[in-house]
């Protein structure tokens, strides 16, 4: 994509956000009181932007600001790295979370009835991110790293459509089973999660609550098969059992 095709498409790719709910939110809480240049609504579209073009690092995020149609966008001629640091230093979270809430409701209203039943699929997943362990020494994760873990749930709508509805954060060191209980709650929906979110007592609650899930399994899982169900030639599905799942002492049952 050249440049052109991205800052004319790039006003629309925006246009979702509700840029006079976050203007009163930003106002309410003085968040840009004193603010000269860098507004947190530029601040937003910056970083939105530097998403889309999988910038790294912030000298790189600033050099975008060196276009004229983009500085147009943001209301600003140009910023330093050191500008970039402090304004994230001092945005609060609360109003980006929002900003990401209000986003997802939109979603789900346009979806609506439009979405088969697929809208009942939730994919659940984490990933780390790695931070100076001088600068965020309350993230300690090793000896010489910091980190934070961003838990995941995305909606399976359709092949085209996968989108964002929860999102946690936790230190790195943070096991995924903690966030199990924030991110499987909708009783009739199935959830797909991997094996760090193996937790035998809470599959059990879910199977008595009418939650469904799909996990794959630890390398170490004991099993037991109790009856093989026959599968379709045609069918992609590899086998379909039902087993007994861990051992005497600490299982599914």
Not at 88 to 104: K, M
């Amino acid at each position: 994509m050249d440049k052109n095709t991205l800052f004319s498409s790039f006003g629309k790719w925006v246009a979702p956000i509700n840029i006079m709910k976050l203007q009163q939110r930003i106002d309410e809480t003085d968040q840009d009181k004193y603010v000269k240049k860098l507004t947190t609504k530029a601040y937003l579209l910056l970083f939105l932007h530097a998403q889309l073009q999988q910038r790294e690092g912030l000298r790189a995020i600033a050099d975008d600001v060196l276009s004229k149609k983009f500085q147009q966008e943001l209301g600003l001629s140009s910023i330093s790295p050191a500008q970039l640091s402090r304004k994230n230093n001092r945005v609060e979270p609360a109003l980006l979370e929002e900003v990401f809430v209000d986003l997802v409701q939109q979603i789900q209203r346009v979806s609506g009835k439009a979405c088969s039943l697929r809208k009942h699929i939730k994919i659940i997943d984490s990933t780390t991110i790695g931070l100076c362990l001088q600068k965020y020494k309350w993230a300690t994760f090793r000896e010489t790293k910091a980190g934070i873990k961003i838990h995941l749930r995305l909606v399976f709508a359709s092949q085209e459509d996968v989108y964002p509805e929860k999102i946690s954060l936790t230190c790195a060191k943070s096991n995924d089973r903690t966030q199990m209980e924030s991110l499987i709650d909708e009783i009739g929906a199935m959830y797909v999660f991997d094996r760090g979110y193996v937790d035998y007592e809470k599959f059990d609650e879910y199977t008595d609550q009418g939650i469904f899930f799909a996990s794959r399994l630890k390398d170490n899982a004991e099993t037991r098969h109790l009856y093989t169900f026959k599968v379709p030639p045609e069918s992609s599905v590899l086998s379909d059992s039902m087993i007994l799942l861990g051992t005497p002492q600490k299982r599914v049952d």
